[in-house]
């Protein structure tokens, strides 16, 4: 794995312009204790391979030693992209070898799934951890962070821990980054400003002023006011959907290289995604989304299938996902107003470390009493939505102004890379475990160790707020929500915006409700039953998510955001609609895909309005009144489609609905303000 991350890193580096020599120049700090790290390393293992008694003696000490400098050395020099994630995957490796007494547990059902037996294992640093072992034994081995990630692609056959994946990603980037970093030349996002560098977020109370920012930062004033909309947190999971920004068109832009090499080069350097790649705060921050967001796909299944069978009760599957969805609409204002007033990064690293320990009750109290589970279940959602706005009000705070909607487009691609991939894996691990379904739990909690220890690692500056949200404790709490509703229900284009979503998304709790009855009961296929139907739809509009979100980031600029909001409405409402009308798979698989393109084409633009026109210091409330409001209606079309759909029929219901979200769409353009955002 290792190797392969080299070579990635190497081969992208150079077909971006990137020289080798470029590589020769890094600088790095205490570069002499990583070689002797890795030198002891690697004669330990060869010592260990041939069998020397003494340095088999001494294997946890002389592993703690080599683990100990490397970790140190990395910490040093964390603020390099990609060294930090590399710094973390080394920690979650030397933790899980240093508690086996010197050895790297290896799962059983993992070597199989990748097409291994025991003898591959050659290794004098594993040992087998056999699928007969319990549940205690597995967490007392440290099963959650050891190799339990099967690679079955052949001729790379492997088992990877989530400290293996990290440590990959981070060589990957740093190599790539190397590669490009002219000597002479600042760091790309070198003026990302430091922890401890202040951003001063004005009252900004006017629609569309932005935040002043401070010279000294570095910073320019449109950094302040980025905002990136999400959909309901549910168990901390998220929903698909991504835009593509453009790459930088001129060859000097910031983060470009200078005009000289002008070009394909310039190009590729200018182009925001290569930037954020090469910026280290944003890049520990996504890949512990990502690692998270993966470990909440697999608890989310294992959490279903405990919970059925316990009580071999729909009702109360059904029960508990509406306590994942409740804190959702009752605490989401107030979150958002605490978020704004305290400090975002430790808000972030808590609510790691407190979901953490959340899932691992859950399997406890389930087996203790199943109604303990509910309680849980909306304390882990709501631990969530303080994570979530802290890190929306950090995302600008790391980024620079012309990166906002790629960091953003970012954020929303690692969610569909979760969804389109992370639930087929989830299942596929979820069937691994067999009836030690509390494993699955383990492995999630270690995910979100993994980020928290990534969200250590990032450098975000400090915000002076001059608003009351600088008070202390539970003070002037009101006053920070009046002040958030007062802004969003003033805004001639954000409140629209909201109402039309308010009316417009109801259709989507319709559907959510309603789309397993309707493809079982209006579909008809004598190759497809009724559940594969339903999985073909959801990927379908998964696909057109992500497909939407690439065309809109490429052809959104030429387009009036307001605009391209109504029209994604119409679309979307339209396609719900037509499935009424439709009893033809195919024809149903292609409206899904419409579904989700068109989906991105309100949730994009809707997106950059928000980053325009909210102050800086307001974002996290601003974002919360319109999540509860909007999150309100999908709710209540869920439940509304479940009843009309036990009456009417699901196809009847589609069609109603979608032609009120063509109106919703329509009416947008009565807004002047909206039409010509």
Not at 30 to 57: G, H, K, M, N, Y
Not at 126 to 135: D, K, M, Q, V
Not at 293 to 316: E, Y
Not at 594 to 609: E, H, K, R, S, W
Request: proline fraction near 6%; glycine fraction near 10%.
């Amino acid at each position: 794995m290792l190797l392969a991350a080299i070579l990635v890193g190497l081969f992208t580096g150079l077909a971006a312009g990137g020289r080798l020599d470029n590589l020769l120049a890094v600088r790095l700090r205490w570069v002499l204790l990583i070689f002797v790290a890795l030198a002891l390393r690697l004669a330990t293992e060869a010592a260990l391979l041939r069998r020397v008694a003494v340095v088999d003696d001494l294997r946890v000490p002389l592993l703690a030693a080599a683990y100990g400098l490397l970790v140190v050395a990395l910490w040093a020099n964390r603020s390099r992209p990609g060294l930090g994630l590399a710094l973390v995957g080394t920690g979650l490796n030397a933790i899980a070898i240093l508690l086996n007494g010197g050895y790297m547990p290896v799962w059983e059902p993992s070597l199989q799934a990748a097409g291994l037996t025991p003898a591959d294992i050659v290794s004098p640093l594993h040992f087998l951890l056999p699928a007969t072992s319990t549940a205690t034994e597995f967490l007392v081995r440290a099963g959650a962070l050891g190799d339990l990630i099967p690679v079955p692609v052949p001729f790379v056959r492997n088992v990877l821990s989530i400290g293996d994946a990290l440590l990959a990603m981070g060589v990957a980037i740093f190599l790539f980054d190397s590669l490009l970093r002219a000597p002479e030349a600042p760091r790309i996002g070198a003026e990302t400003p430091a922890a401890g560098d202040v951003v001063r977020a004005g009252p900004a109370a006017l629609p569309g002023r932005r935040s002043r920012v401070r010279p000294a930062t570095g910073l320019s004033a449109s950094l302040t006011d980025s905002i990136g909309l999400q959909r309901p947190v549910v168990f901390g999971g998220s929903a698909a959907g991504v835009a593509v920004p453009a790459p930088t068109s001129e060859p000097g832009a910031p983060g470009g290289l200078e005009a000289a090499r002008g070009g394909i080069v310039a190009r590729a350097l200018g182009h925001p995604y290569v930037r954020l790649a090469r910026n280290a705060s944003f890049g520990a921050l996504w890949a512990g989304q990502l690692v998270s967001l993966f470990g909440d796909r697999i608890h989310q299944i294992a959490l279903a299938f405990l919970v059925l069978d316990m009580t071999d009760s729909p009702i109360a599957v059904a029960l508990t996902f509406f306590a994942a969805t409740l804190p959702n609409l009752v605490i989401g204002p107030v979150a958002g107003a605490l978020v704004d007033r305290w400090d975002q990064k430790r808000v972030m690293v808590i609510s790691d470390l407190l979901r953490a320990a959340i899932v691992l009750l859950l399997p406890v109290a389930a087996g203790v009493n199943i109604l303990l589970v509910y309680p849980l279940v909306f304390g882990l959602t709501t631990v969530s939505i303080f994570f979530r706005p802290a890190r929306t009000a950090v995302i600008p705070r790391i980024v620079r102004d012309d990166e906002l909607v790629a960091a953003n487009s970012a954020i929303w691609l690692g969610d569909s890379i979760a969804d389109v991939v992370g639930y087929p894996l989830a299942t596929v691990f979820v069937s691994l475990v067999g009836s030690s379904l509390v494993i699955a739990f383990w492995v999630d909690a270690a995910s979100y160790l993994a980020s928290a220890l990534l969200i250590v690692t990032m450098a975000i500056p400090a915000v002076v707020h001059v608003t009351s949200a600088a008070l202390p404790g539970m003070r002037g709490l009101r006053e920070d929500l009046g002040i958030g509703w007062r802004f969003l229900r003033r805004e001639p284009v954000l409140f629209p915006n909201t109402v039309q979503a308010v009316v417009g998304q109801f259709a989507i709790g319709i559907t959510i409700g309603l789309m397993a009855v309707y493809a079982s009961d209006a579909l008809a296929s004598d190759l497809l039953g009724p559940e594969a139907r339903y999985g073909l739809i959801e990927a379908a509009i998964g696909i057109g998510n992500l497909v939407g979100g690439f065309v809109i980031g490429l052809l959104g600029a030429r387009i009036a955001r307001g605009r391209l909001i109504i029209g994604g409405y119409v679309v979307y409402g339209a396609c719900i609609a037509a499935l009424a009308l439709s009893g033809n798979v195919a024809v149903a698989f292609g409206l899904a895909f419409g579904m989700g393109a068109a989906n991105m084409a309100f949730v994009i633009p809707t997106q950059t309005l928000f980053m325009e026109r909210t102050p800086h210091d307001m974002i996290a409330r601003v974002i919360s009144f319109r999540f509860a409001a909007v999150f309100g209606s999908i709710t209540l079309g869920m439940a509304a489609g479940g009843v009309l759909g036990e009456f009417v029929g699901s196809a009847v219901v589609f069609g109603i609905f979608g032609l009120v979200t063509v109106v919703a769409g329509l009416a947008g353009l009565l807004s002047r303000p909206l039409r010509e955002a």
